[in-house]
C-alpha cells in the first residue's frame, strides 16, 4: 500500500535529512503505514527478511535528544510497529524492536527511528 505523506511545515523538517524527505513525500518510497506522527517503510538494506523502519515525521536527531514532549512519539511508534508486525504476519512468531542512539550505538541516520525486524529467528547479533 502507498500512501501520500502531506506536507511537513519547515519547523518539523530538515531539508538535508533523507528521513525528512521520505515521510514529507519529497522521495517517493512505498510506505506499509502512516499517520499524522509516524511513517513505516522497508529498510534498503534489510539484515533480516522482514526489516522495516518506524520513522517519526518530525525531525529529532536522536532518542537522546527528545524533550519531555516528544516522548509520546515513541508509544505511537511502537503502536505502528504492532500494526505492521500483525498485517505482515509476523507478530505471533516474534520480532524486535531496535532504536540506536547515537553514532557509537549504530545510528546511521540522525533521524529518530526504530527497525522492526523479523521473520525468521534472531540472535542478538541480528
Known amino acids: 500500500m502507498i500512501y501520500s505523506t502531506g506536507n511537513m ?3 518539523q523538517k530538515d531539508s538535508d535529512c533523507i528521513f525528512c524527505k521520505i515521510a ?3 522521495m517517493p518510497t512505498e510506505l506499509l503505514y502512516q499517520d499524522e506522527d509516524v511513517v513505516v517503510f522497508r529498510d534498503i538494506k ?3 527478511p ?3 523502519l518506524v520513522v517519526t515525521k518530525e525531525h529529532i536527531h536522536s532518542l537522546a535528544e527528545m524533550s ?3 516522548t509520546p512519539l515513541i508509544g505511537k511508534m511502537v503502536k505502528a510497529a504492532n500494526k505492521v508486525a500483525k498485517d505482515l504476519g509476523i507478530a505471533e ?3 524486535r524492536l531496535t ?3 547515537g553514532a ?3 545510528q546511521v541516520v540522525f533521524h529518530l527511528h526504530m527497525h522492526l525486524m523479523g521473520g525468521r529467528h534472531l540472535d542478538w547479533k541480528h
Open 9 to 11: 511545515n519547515a519547523e
Open 24 to 26: 514529507s513525500g519529497e
Open 46 to 48: 534489510p539484515l533480516t
Open 50 to 52: 522482514v526489516h522495516l
Open 68 to 70: 519531555d514532549d516528544e
Open 93 to 95: 512468531s516474534g520480532y
Open 99 to 101: 532504536i540506536n542512539s
Open 104 to 106: 557509537d550505538a549504530g
